[in-house]
């Protein structure tokens, strides 16, 4: 699991140490990825335009489900649900 953020890596560190994040964040400072995975609006400012959304990839790179994160805390249920149905 890869988190991706806008910020920079030095932001993201001290993100990922205050929190105790449990996996890696990627910075994303030019903002490519988020425009390509439509996290980001093209013209829009930093303030309006993050949007939280997921993807489960399996290894051969295919996106299987795509996500718009509405509850931060059911969301790791809902991906092992996918991910339990998709290995069946």
């Known amino acids: 699991m890869l988190g ?20 890696r964040l990627l910075s ?31 290894p051969e790179g295919v996106i299987r489900r795509a996500y718009n994160v509405k509850d931060v805390n059911a969301f790791a249920g809902v991906v092992l649900s996918d991910l339990s149905t998709l290995l069946a």
């Not at 013209?43 to 399996?58: E, P, Q, W």
Request: proline share 6%.
């Open 4 to 23: 991706i953020s806008f910020d920079t890596p030095a932001e993201n560190k001290a993100f990922r140490e205050k929190f105790d994040f449990p996996f």
């Open 28 to 58: 994303d400072v030019d903002e490519q990825v988020g425009v390509a995975y439509e996290t980001r609006d093209p013209g829009t400012d930093k303030v309006n335009f993050a949007k939280r959304h997921a993807y489960l990839i399996d």
